[in-house]
């Protein structure tokens, strides 16, 4: 029963297809999951009377610029010629969503994009590793700056660091070290 289910619930659901770029009429339910499907149908309401109230919730602020973007061409046009320079900062914890509106934005312009894939934490909310990972094929001729040098920590803590994490998927890899001291 759909009442039963608390409102922190329904609204990660409905935050996780926004993330994905999904309106409610985009959603693909599969035929197993009944509660997705009750979800579903509090996101078609929920989007409804957001708009009824001419209103988005933080997820749309998003969602709805690419989906203008993608059915405005001209639109999109006056964007991209406004910006000459584009700089993101902790590009490891975009969400699908957020790639792809950068993708939109940034294809006239110059980008930059900052961060370290050893520090992806926000997976729970969405963030995808593989913008990442994969910004290289998406943008070509970049140019990746790897920041390995570290000024605050000792070279044992750094190899001990980079021995846990080098055990992880997903990354791009680096070698961290200082010109200080080894340390105890």
């Known amino acids: 029963d759909i009442k039963k289910i608390s409102p922190q619930f329904i609204l990660s659901f409905i935050n996780t297809w926004k993330n994905k770029g999904l309106l409610p009429k985009d959603v693909e339910i599969k035929k197993r ?17 957001l708009t009824i109230l001419n209103s988005c919730d933080f997820g749309d602020l998003i969602l709805l610029c690419v989906k203008m973007f993608e059915s405005n061409p001209d639109i999109l046009e006056l964007y991209t010629n406004n910006f000459k320079y584009i700089l993101v900062d902790e590009y490891q914890d975009s969400n699908y969503i957020q790639s792809k509106w950068l993708n939109l934005l940034a294809k006239k312009n ?6 370290d894939d050893d520090q992806s934490i926000y997976s729970w909310r969405g963030a995808e590793i593989k ?6 094929k998406i943008y070509k001729n970049t140019k990746i700056i790897k ?3 570290n000024y605050r920590s000792t070279q044992n803590i750094l ?6 994490i080098s055990k992880n998927n997903d990354r791009l890899g680096k070698k961290l070290w200082t010109d200080g001291k080894d340390g105890e």
């Open 110 to 115: 110059n980008i930059c994009c900052v961060g």
């Open 131 to 136: 913008n990442f990972l994969d910004f290289g």
């Open 147 to 149: 920041l390995e040098q």
């Open 159 to 164: 190899s001990a660091a980079s021995g846990l």
């Open 33 to 49: 999951l009944p509660l997705e499907r009750a979800i579903l149908t509090v996101y078609k309401f929920y989007q409804e009377r």
